[in-house]
Nanobody
Framework: VQLQASGGGLVQAGGSLRLSCSTS????????MSWFRQAPGKEREFAAG????????FYGDSVKGRFTISRDYANNTVNLRMNSLKPEDTAIYYC?????????????????????WGQGTLVTVSS
């Protein structure tokens, strides 16, 4: 499975961007797809995830209420709509997928459970 992230760019604080992550193959085994981000000098952080079959979203605390994750089942794509962007949202955003099943979404906030990663797309928010 290959993941291709796109949609990053430069935006002013308060603005919006939409990221997309497409998969190269039918993700029959995918359970969850997520977005992580990593700012310069900081550790990777979970942003948002979505159950591939259920469509149920879950979010990290720092983006809750501002970001919306969704999936386009027919086109094997996951989108991340980011509103009310802040300078602290500046980071490289990575999409990831996993076939692993856990009862709690808390597990999916760990990067180690994901088997496939996209190349990352840079989001820069200016103040």
């Amino acid at each position: 499975v290959q993941l291709q992230a796109s949609g990053g760019g430069l935006v002013q604080a308060g603005g919006s961007l939409r990221l997309s992550c497409s998969t190269s193959a039918r993700t029959l085994k995918t359970v969850v797809m997520s977005w992580f981000r990593q700012a310069p000098g900081k550790e990777r952080e979970f942003a948002a995830g979505i159950g591939w079959d259920t469509g149920r979203p879950f979010y990290g605390d720092s983006v809750k209420g501002r970001f919306t994750i969704s999936r386009d089942y027919a086109n094997n794509t996951v989108n991340l709509r980011m509103n009310s962007l802040k300078p602290e949202d500046t980071a490289i955003y990575y999409c990831a997928s996993t076939p692993k099943k856990y009862l709690s979404s808390t597990w999916y906030q760990r990067g180690s459970v994901y088997d496939y990663w996209g190349q990352g797309t840079l989001v820069t928010v200016s103040s």
